[in-house]
């Protein structure tokens, strides 16, 4: 069983390393100066894939921050919904759910 200060310090750790992606993301949209066309249908869908990425690094990071936030309330580990005690199991998996196994399915 992880401590609360074990889970924290993964939980920061992975926010960092999600950080730093989303500024390597940022970098590289900001360095795609093609003129050629084919390169810029090669950018675009490249873009794309950026885009998508980023948008689910963001998100990520917003679990992460309201985990942060449920452990300095003293809250993280319980679900948000029905108030029981998430699982183990379930936060070694997924360490920012703010659900138990059986609230997770409707969200």
Do not use: N
């Not at 989303?22 to 794309?48: C, V, Y």
């Not at 894939?49 to 993280?76: F, H, K, N, P, W």
């Not at 699982?87 to 659900?99: G, H, N, Q, V």
């Amino acid at each position: 069983m992880k401590t609360l200060d074990t889970r924290k310090a993964e939980l920061e750790a992975r926010q960092a390393q999600l950080s730093a992606r989303l500024d390597q993301i940022e970098t590289e949209f900001e360095g795609h100066d093609s003129k050629d066309w084919e390169e810029m249908a090669t950018e675009r869908e490249g873009d794309e894939v950026l885009d998508d990425l980023r948008l689910s690094a963001r998100q990520e990071l917003r679990m992460i921050e309201a985990a942060l936030t449920r452990i300095d309330e003293g809250e993280y580990g319980y679900c948000v919904t029905c108030g029981a005690q998430i699982s183990e199991e379930r936060l070694d998996l997924i360490p920012a759910t703010p659900f138990c196994r059986d609230h997770a399915a409707g969200h």
